[in-house]
């Protein structure tokens, strides 16, 4: 994260080198201006009127469009009942981490220049659970002078998959926190705010619908906006082309499905290739993909749709009950989940390289778990906790549960007044084994211990991270400040002599978040070439809340272009 002489404006980075930044926008760019007004709005979905908080009165939020190289300023204003801040996703926002929250009342400038991104990103509120509805599309075009590497789309729609809670999510959150226990479960997924057609008659009209004519071809920028799921992603009767992922192009992979994990982005093509007298409306179907035993957890079990109709020669056309994708996987078809993710690969042409670094300076190994902290004696209830043995519930990486600080840890850093709020000692590996294929301790999970610690790392660092899951769940890891190769993957436990010769550093996905699967590991390489505070953590936000975090903190470099930029002096107040 670099920092702005304008007083009162923030400049963010998304995944660039600090060079990138400037008062004016890359030559050829253009300024975008928005303005975003945090409100409490009312919304009714499954026959039940509540008030959420919305940008701008919208649910999903307002879509931002810009060309890859713009500056993007957006001032938000804080008209709502609570502190909250915003996020670009890659970049930062994360309270406690980069800056303090806006406060009620309050307003801050956000200044964000899309120096390598091209596809679809997203922003959505980082704090307490507010992205459950604070949240919409990046759609970034290509620079001008250029295109899609494929036909350029008829149309493109974002389609945003999300989760809808009957009960105000500040509440859940709440009382998560206070008995130590799980978080309740949605009660339903969404695509663009609404759960469709298999929910109660009052969702139905509302349902989210695409009219496309045969011929054409559409750009669907899905967007998986949920806090607790993992989605698969069909639509009945048609294939989909992946063509990116995170903002970064793949080679283009055909499929009947797709899995998208919270907090990843996918740029899919769908070709209107449904011929004259066949059906006229086919579902497009969100599901939830679980890896933990559905017998022995609450989970939303529900399965939203949105409607593909064909507008065209209509009369030639039956007009019934619209098609189900049957090759939709069912939610816990772990095969399917990787099947898909083993196919991404970077595009890799001339205009779009691959760019992986060969020699390693850092390895680190992070253990992700899912863990226990003791109850404590002045729970609101007096009770046992809800959590493990009646504990409470926890997550660690490295068997560190991260705990934010009272003040953001960006602001101590960058006036090196980082003693007592952060601890420059993240463990690079865990030296005690558990077993991920087996019952770890024997029979549930492992106490931890709460901590603020954070990985420091020379300008220019490259670093390697194996995730390593212990918890028998899958889980979506998500890097700020930069996009990441990820190079290889697989079930059991990570061997460091054997596992690496199955790396692929030819055309690896470029990606911001990536999927660790179940009781398995992830590799991921990337070049700390980009000074400043960036947050790591699970995009199942309550493994957030539980500690399922670190930060990392790069030095600055030695010439002026690799340095940070003075922080603002009108930053919010924690």
Same mark, same amino acid.
């Given at each position: 994260? =670099?920092?702005?002489?304008?007083? &009162?404006?923030?400049?963010?980075?998304?995944?660039?080198?600090?060079?990138?930044l400037a008062?004016?926008?890359?030559?050829?760019?253009k300024?975008?201006?928005y303005?975003?007004?945090?409100?409490?709005?009312?919304y009714t979905?499954?026959?039940?009127?509540?008030s959420?908080l919305?940008?701008?009165?919208?649910?999903?939020?307002?879509?931002?469009?810009?060309?890859?190289?713009?500056?993007?300023i957006?001032?938000?204003?804080?008209?709502g009942?609570?502190?909250i801040? *915003?996020?670009?996703?890659?970049?930062?926002?994360p309270?406690?981490?980069?800056?303090?929250?806006?406060?009620?009342?309050?307003?801050?400038?956000?200044?964000?220049?899309?120096?390598?991104?091209?596809?679809?990103?997203?922003?959505?509120?980082?704090?307490d659970?507010d992205r459950?509805?604070?949240? %919409?599309?990046?759609?970034?075009?290509?620079?001008?002078?250029?295109? /899609?590497?494929?036909?350029?789309?008829?149309?493109?729609?974002?389609?945003?998959?999300?989760?809808?809670?009957?009960d105000?999510?500040?509440?859940v959150?709440?009382?998560?926190k206070?008995?130590?226990?799980d978080?309740?479960?949605s009660?339903?997924?969404t695509i663009?705010?609404?759960?469709?057609d298999?929910?109660?008659?009052?969702?139905?009209?509302?349902?989210f619908k695409?009219?496309?004519?045969?011929?054409?071809?559409?750009?669907?920028?899905?967007?998986?906006?949920?806090?607790?799921?993992?989605?698969?992603?069909?639509?009945?009767?048609?294939?989909?082309?992946?063509?990116?992922?995170d903002?970064?192009?793949?080679?283009?992979?055909?499929?009947?499905?797709i899995?998208i994990?919270?907090?990843?982005?996918m740029?899919v093509?769908?070709?209107?290739n449904?011929?004259?007298?066949?059906?006229?409306?086919?579902? @497009?179907? &969100?599901?939830? /993909?679980?890896?933990l035993?559905?017998?022995?957890?609450?989970?939303?079990?529900?399965?939203?749709?949105?409607?593909?109709?064909y507008t065209?020669s +209509?009369?030639?056309?039956?007009?019934?009950p619209?098609?189900?994708?049957?090759?939709?996987?069912?939610?816990?078809?772990?095969?399917? &989940?990787?099947?898909f993710?083993?196919?991404?690969?970077?595009? %890799?042409n001339?205009?779009?390289?691959?760019?992986v670094?060969?020699q390693?300076?850092?390895?680190?190994?992070?253990?992700i778990?899912?863990?226990?902290?003791?109850?404590d004696?002045?729970?609101?209830?007096n009770?046992?906790?809800?959590g493990?043995q009646?504990?409470?519930?926890?997550?660690?990486?490295?068997?560190v549960?991260?705990?934010?600080?009272? *003040?953001?840890?960006?602001?101590?850093?960058?006036?090196g007044?980082?003693?007592?709020?952060y601890?420059?000692?993240?463990?690079?590996?865990?030296?005690?084994?558990?077993?991920?294929?087996?019952?770890i301790?024997?029979?549930?999970?492992?106490l931890?211990?709460r901590?603020?610690?954070?990985?420091?790392?020379?300008? =220019?660092?490259v670093?390697?991270?194996?995730?390593?899951?212990?918890?028998?769940?899958?889980h979506p890891?998500?890097?700020? =400040?930069?996009? /990441?190769?990820?190079?290889?993957?697989?079930? =059991?436990?990570f061997?460091?002599?054997r596992?690496? &010769?199955?790396?692929?550093l030819?055309?690896?996905?470029?990606?911001?978040?990536?999927?660790?699967?179940?009781?398995?590991? +992830?590799?991921?390489? /990337?070049? +700390?070439?980009?000074?400043?505070?960036?947050f @790591?953590?699970?995009h199942?936000?309550?493994?957030?809340?539980?500690?399922?975090?670190?930060?990392?903190?790069?030095?600055?470099?030695?010439?002026?272009?690799?340095? @940070?930029?003075?922080?603002?002096p009108?930053?919010p107040e924690?």
């Amino acid at each position: 994260m =670099g920092t702005a002489k304008i007083p &009162a404006l923030l400049w963010f980075l998304l995944a660039g080198l600090v060079l990138a930044l400037a008062v004016n926008p890359a030559h050829g760019a253009k300024t975008r201006h928005y303005d975003f007004f945090i409100t409490e709005t009312n919304y009714t979905r499954l026959c039940h009127e509540k008030s959420i908080l919305t940008v701008n009165g919208q649910f999903p939020g307002p879509t931002i469009y810009a060309r890859k190289g713009d500056l993007i300023i957006v001032n938000v204003h804080n008209n709502g009942n609570k502190n909250i801040t *915003i996020h670009w996703h890659g970049s930062d926002g994360p309270e406690f981490i980069t800056q303090c929250p806006i406060r009620p009342g309050g307003n801050f400038t956000y200044q964000v220049i899309l120096f390598e991104e091209e596809g679809t990103l997203w922003w959505h509120a980082h704090s307490d659970f507010d992205r459950a509805t604070v949240h %919409g599309a990046i759609v970034i075009h290509p620079k001008r002078g250029t295109t /899609f590497p494929f036909r350029k789309p008829d149309k493109e729609i974002p389609v945003i998959l999300g989760e809808w809670w009957n009960d105000d999510v500040e509440h859940v959150l709440d009382k998560a926190k206070c008995i130590g226990g799980d978080v309740e479960p949605s009660d339903a997924n969404t695509i663009n705010g609404q759960p469709g057609d298999m929910f109660p008659l009052c969702s139905r009209d509302d349902t989210f619908k695409v009219a496309v004519q045969q011929g054409n071809t559409y750009l669907l920028r899905v967007i998986n906006a949920g806090l607790t799921n993992d989605m698969f992603f069909a639509v009945a009767g048609h294939r989909l082309t992946v063509v990116g992922i995170d903002a970064r192009y793949t080679k283009p992979i055909t499929v009947d499905y797709i899995m998208i994990a919270p907090g990843q982005t996918m740029d899919v093509l769908l070709k209107a290739n449904r011929t004259l007298g066949s059906n006229s409306r086919y579902y @497009m179907a &969100a599901r939830t /993909f679980i890896t933990l035993p559905v017998d022995t957890i609450r989970f939303n079990n529900s399965t939203a749709t949105a409607i593909v109709e064909y507008t065209d020669s +209509a009369a030639a056309r039956p007009v019934g009950p619209p098609e189900f994708p049957v090759l939709l996987p069912a939610i816990k078809d772990e095969d399917a &989940a990787m099947a898909f993710v083993k196919q991404l690969r970077s595009l %890799g042409n001339q205009d779009h390289p691959v760019h992986v670094p060969m020699q390693v300076d850092e390895h680190m190994l992070i253990d992700i778990d899912i863990n226990f902290l003791p109850c404590d004696a002045n729970n609101a209830t007096n009770k046992l906790c809800e959590g493990p043995q009646g504990n409470r519930f926890a997550a660690s990486l490295n068997n560190v549960s991260f705990q934010n600080p009272a *003040i953001d840890i960006l602001d101590a850093y960058y006036y090196g007044s980082g003693r007592g709020v952060y601890e420059e000692n993240f463990p690079n590996k865990l030296t005690v084994f558990v077993n991920p294929t087996g019952d770890i301790n024997g029979g549930g999970p492992l106490l931890t211990k709460r901590g603020t610690k954070v990985k420091v790392l020379e300008y =220019g660092t490259v670093v390697e991270v194996v995730f390593q899951d212990l918890s028998s769940e899958n889980h979506p890891m998500h890097l700020y =400040g930069f996009a /990441f190769y990820v190079v290889g993957r697989g079930s =059991g436990t990570f061997d460091e002599r054997r596992d690496p &010769a199955t790396y692929n550093l030819i055309d690896p996905p470029f990606q911001n978040t990536v999927s660790v699967p179940k009781s398995g590991w +992830a590799a991921i390489r /990337f070049r +700390a070439d980009n000074p400043g505070v960036w947050f @790591m953590h699970c995009h199942f936000d309550r493994h957030v809340v539980w500690g399922m975090d670190t930060v990392f903190i790069v030095k600055d470099g030695k010439t002026p272009q690799a340095q @940070m930029l003075p922080r603002p002096p009108n930053m919010p107040e924690c």
